[in-house]
């Protein structure tokens, strides 16, 4: 679906099920999520993300290297999965797994996300959010050009009151075109 200098984001294919459940169910990955994912919860997030992109086109794509097409993780869009002050909305996303992380993939995957998403979409605007604390996250939003005012910051509606991972900073991205 989109290439870049050293990733392919495409459709999710049957061989990346293993590694998913894998980056899944782990804790260095899965710091900033409410738990750690079974074998069965991550392949359902599979069918949802797959069937979505077998729909729209467009969604969370699985994310290879372009040299060897070994599995790293997703990065992509998706609409916003929960009511909230900025919804509806399209957000953009990653999740790689752990032996991928500081190499620039998020960045250069995310660059060529939001372009598509600005360009072939046509979408106004683009969000991303995550936990007050995932640094390495909010850098990613960074780099890429997204913005964050404290003022959009909100409480997540799918983690129950006083949940420690329960705060979201919000940023967002205008359509430069």
């Known amino acids: 679906m989109i290439k870049t200098q050293r990733l392919n984001l495409r459709q999710w294919q049957k061989e990346d099920l293993e590694p998913f459940a894998k980056l899944n169910a782990d804790p260095r990955v ?4 409410p738990g750690l994912k079974t074998r069965e919860e991550s392949d359902a997030f599979v069918r949802i993300f797959s069937d979505h992109i077998q729909k729209h086109r467009w969604g969370l794509w699985a994310a290879s ?7 790293i993780g997703f990065i992509g869009l998706q609409p916003v999965p929960f009511e909230a002050p900025f919804t509806p909305a399209v957000e953009i996303g990653w999740r790689l797994a ?11 995957g995310a660059l060529a996300t939001l372009q598509y998403g600005f ?10 959010f995550t936990v007050v604390g995932n640094w ?3 850098a990613v939003m960074e780099r890429i050009g997204m913005h ?4 959009d910051d909100f409480d997540h509606p799918k983690l129950p009151e006083g949940h420690p991972l329960r705060r979201h900073v919000l940023y967002r991205k205008e359509n430069p075109l």
Not at 65 to 71: H, N
Not at 119 to 128: A, C, F, R
């Open 98 to 108: 752990f032996e991928y992380w500081g190499k620039g993939y998020a960045t250069e």
């Open 65 to 71: 290297l372009l040299e060897t097409d070994e599995f």
């Open 148 to 151: 964050h005012d404290p003022k």
């Open 30 to 33: 899965m710091e900033y999520f």
């Open 119 to 128: 360009k072939t979409l046509k979408l106004p605007e683009i969000v991303s």
């Open 136 to 138: 390495r996250s909010r």
